[in-house]
């Protein structure tokens, strides 16, 4: 069983920057995919990035392309989200999220195993 958790979130402005980390404990899995999710106060749990753990390729929400960068570091089971010109409207909790395939990386349904999340206040 592979166990999430993440690290980086705080309180930052608008413009800001800011660099969420993901560590797994477990395997992860040649053909597995890893994958940030966010959901702010009262919205559903939406897609930000994802990326192919072992060939790299990723995707992204169009709302987050150019500014946000998805990585991870093999070496050390760590999955990060580089996050630049942070928007008040990407305030919501941050989690990663592990997928046994690329398959279907942008569905949250997708994902077998979960971080607790760690949470992005963007202020005005």
């Known amino acids: 069983q592979v166990q999430l958790v993440e690290s980086g979130g705080r309180l930052v402005q608008a413009g800001d920057s800011l660099r969420l980390s993901c560590t797994a404990s477990?395997?992860?899995?040649?053909?597995?995919?890893m994958g940030w999710f966010r959901q702010g106060s009262g919205n559903e749990r939406e897609f930000v990035a994802a990326i192919g753990w072992t060939g790299g390729a990723s995707t992204y929400a169009d709302s987050v392309r150019g500014r946000f960068t998805i990585s991870r570091d093999m070496a050390k089971n760590m999955v990060f989200l580089q996050m630049d010109s942070l928007k008040p409207d990407d305030t919501a909790r941050y989690y990663c999220?592990?997928?046994?395939?690329?398959?279907?990386?942008?569905?949250?349904?997708?994902?077998?195993?979960w971080g607790q999340g760690t949470q992005v206040t963007v202020s005005s």
């Open positions: 999220a592990r997928a046994d395939t690329t398959a279907a990386m942008r569905n949250a349904g997708w994902y077998r195993n």
């Open positions: 477990g395997r992860i899995g040649s053909s597995a995919a």
